[in-house]
Structures are given as structure tokens and as C-alpha cells.
């Protein structure tokens, strides 16, 4: 395939405005499916999560799932969205080999949930309004593997193999309306959406909301227009894009490539694309006009969902607490700097960090293990932090004995490390590892008679208001005392020593 042309992004911006719009498919954690009994669980062997209903044999009927109607109703409230007080299913018909029973159970003009609104901010805080032009219930379809071919597509594939486990899982499509006024910011304001739906639906537990697992994915439209000009370009959709740095990526490319093609006085085709992240393009699906015939007609099987005001009101009272709100609230609480609540935020340790405040620690002390050490180590290992083998009580433990005075910043390392090797609870590895911070002054007093025995003219430098040349005697009685000596007791004795 011939690479794309692309014009500079700086250049593109200049001469075309941007309009996104994004589609954002959530897959919801009930226990069963969306229409049928079947287990809702990811990983187990193909095929064995199914039923009549979820492959479409003759004769089987569907029933509606209330805790995925109750799930749907929560996402559409925290979206800010009205919810419907009378909705239909409907049949959206086509032919898919991973689509047993030839149409789809959506929801099309008669959607759940409709005109919300949420507020994105961008990693440097800068902020953005996403209008909801809806968010609606429908079934996911199987899975199909591809096999024998290079690229895993069905092009040069042998044979392909049909999962239908996943076929009727419930989902929540969640659509924007046309975002307008992003300009250079665009992909990030997508890739910092998709982040927010991401966060809002696992804070709430409807989803598990892991990308890499397909649980939360993106369908990005792009268009350009030159500036000025009213009329909208012809757009792009970019399916299934399942990392968030994908999505900023896709989209950054799609503007590129678009703003070439029309420069050159060339169109745009109206079609659907594939991101391949490995090699950081998108490359054509297949063509979709606006008036794709699905032959949408209401499900004549399932009766209308019809939510009492009073149990929309219960769900409501259950939302946990807006996530930017929840943000705010810990920044004051903890008192972090823009700059270091935003490196929190970004390296995802808002809840390490609150969990272990919780248990004791003060706050800039937690940040400090959770952004420093911890981090360092997580990544050493290849795993995110939460993946540590050690918990927040544990680290709030930890430091309340470096407050206390009996670890030294060097031994409480030490601590963790134990910790992480499986040496059981901190107090276990202070034990066996033999680490006490020396508080024999005598033991002190000797090792820095001895330091001072090799630096002579330190003593001088301080009387003469040099109080940093301790730090030389303070380094060598450390060492002596095997880093078990309070450092700043040291410090002490040497200044007392001084006078
Ligand atoms: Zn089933």
C-alpha cells in the first residue's frame, strides 16, 4: 500500500478548521448478557457462553436485562443527559458472519439517554465543553479471529473463527455532537474525552473499563473545513481505537492526511478507517454514506423500556462523585501544587494516593512514595503501580515509623523492598532484615569522633559559619553506622559539638 502524503500539523492547523466527533462504545459488567441468561465474563473457552437468544436460533426470545438498563440510566445521568421516558429497541439489519442472528438489538430514534453535556480539561488544565447527543443501549457482536494471514485481517487470512461469547454483551454507545473550536488541541481534547468516559464509567462500576481488553473503545470522526467556510467537510471514521494514545494519534494523523488530500484540490472519501499503532497510520475500510439502509424497524420482540421517575431519581442518588469534581476537592484537601496534582492525575495515582492518606500517611508523603520510588520500581518490573505487591496500608505504615524517627529515608527503602520480595508485612522485614535506626549516642558520638579524626578542619569551617561542611562528616558516619543512624540527630551532635 502506497503511504499517504501528509501536510505539516502546524500547517494544517493554519489553513483548515478541525471538527471531531467520537463514539465511544462502553461495555458494560453485568453478570449476563443484554437479551439472555449467559454468563457476561471475559477470557473463558469460545463459544461456551451462549445460548439460543445470543446466536439467534428460530423461536428463541430475547428479555431485557435490568441491571444493564439501570447501568445505561447511570451512565446517561452522569453524562447529563435526560433520560427517556419511553424508549424502543430496534432491529439494525446486516448480514456478519459475526452476527449470528443477522441484526443487531440497538436502539435507534428512541435512545435512552439524549443531551448531556461534560466538561474536559486538558493536561495543562485548559478546558472544553463535549455536548452528548446521546447515549443507547445495544448488543455486542462476536469475535472473529482471522487466521493464516500476516497482518491478523481477514485479507490473506486461511480461515477465520467465530467466538460468540461476546455476542450480546450489553453495551452503552455514547455519541458526541459535532466539536467545534479545538483547532491545534483536537487530538488531545479526543484523546482527553475518551480518558473521562474511561474514568467516570469504572469510578462508577458499571464497566470494567479496560481498553486493552476492548471493554471501552472509540470510533473517531474527523473532518475538515477551510476556515470560513460554513459548510461541514466530508469526515472520516476511524473504528475501534482501543488505547487513549491511540486516539490522540489516530486523530493527529487523519488531520494530516485530510489537509493534503484537500490542499491538492483532491476530496475526501466518506468511508471507515483502521489505525494500525504499529505503524502509526490509518488505512481505508470500507465506504459509508450517510444513508446507510440498516432497514431499522422496532424490535418486535422485546416491549418498550419505560423507567419510573422514581427509580431514575434512586439511580441518581447512587452516582458516585463526578470525577473532576472529586479532583478538585483532593487538590484542596491535600494542598498538591497545580504542577504536582496534575503529574498525579496524569500518572493515574489519585486513588494509591487517597488510599494511602487514608490509612495515615500525610499527604505530600504519599504523593512522594507513589510518584518517586514506587513508580520507579513499578516500572522496573514492567507494571503499573497498582500491580505492586504492596499496599497502601502498608506504605502508610512505612512512613509513619520514618516520622517517628525509627527508619531512616534509606532503611524505609529497604522496608519496601522486602515488602515487594514477599518477606511478609513491614514489620516482619524490619525484623529480619535487622534494620533499627542506631539511637546508642555513645555509638554516635565515637563514629563522629572517628570522621572528625580524618577531616580535621571541618570543625573549623563551621565555627566560621560553614554549616554546610557537616555534610561531609554526617555522609561518613552514616556509612560507618551501615545508614542506620538518624542523620539528623547526627547533624545535631556535630553543630552541638561546634560551639
Ligand atoms: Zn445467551
Partial sequence: MAKDQLMAYEQAIEQ??????LEVHVELNTKSKM??????????????????????LPGSLPAVNKKAVENSIAIGLALGCQIAPTGRF???????????????????DEPIAFEGRVEIELEDGEKFEVLIERAHMEEDAGKLTHVGGSTGRIQGA????????????????????????????APELAAAYVRAIRDMVKAMNVSDARMERGNVRCDANVSLRPKGQEKLGTRTETKNVNSIRSVENAVRYEIQRQAYILAGGGSITQETRHWHEDRGHTSAGRPKSDADDYRYFPEPDLVPVQPAAEWIEQIRATLPENPALRRKRLQGEWGFSDLEFRDVVNADLLDLI???????????????????????????????????????????????????????????????????????????????????VVTDEGALVAAIDAALAQQPDVMEKIREGKVQAAGAVIGAVMKAMGGQADAARVRELILERAK
Fill in 35 to 56: 437479551f439472555c441468561g449467559c454468563a457476561n465474563v471475559f477470557g473463558s473457552e469460545p463459544n461456551t457462553n451462549v445460548c439460543p437468544t445470543c446466536i439467534g
Fill in 158 to 185: 486461511e480461515y477465520s473463527l467465530v467466538d460468540y461469547n461476546r455476542a450480546g454483551v450489553p453495551l452503552v454507545e455514547i455519541v458526541t455532537k459535532p466539536v467545534f473550536g479545538a483547532g491545534a488541541r
Fill in 90 to 108: 430496534a432491529r439494525k439489519n446486516y448480514f456478519y458472519p459475526d452476527l449470528a442472528k443477522n441484526f443487531q438489538t440497538s436502539q435507534y
Fill in 354 to 436: 487517597e488510599a494511602t492518606v487514608a490509612a495515615g500517611a500525610q499527604p505530600q508523603a504519599a504523593r512522594k512514595w507513589w510518584s518517586g520510588e514506587l513508580s520507579r520500581l513499578a516500572n522496573a518490573q514492567g507494571v503499573s503501580p497498582f500491580e505492586l505487591v504492596i499496599s497502601p496500608e502498608q506504605v502508610a505504615q512505612i512512613q509513619q515509623l520514618i516520622d517517628a524517627g525509627d527508619l531512616t529515608d534509606r532503611m524505609a527503602r529497604e522496608v519496601v523492598a522486602g515488602v515487594l520480595a514477599g518477606e511478609g508485612e513491614p514489620a516482619e522485614v524490619i525484623e529480619k532484615r535487622g534494620l533499627k
Fill in 16 to 21: 483548515f478548521e478541525v471538527v471531531i466527533g
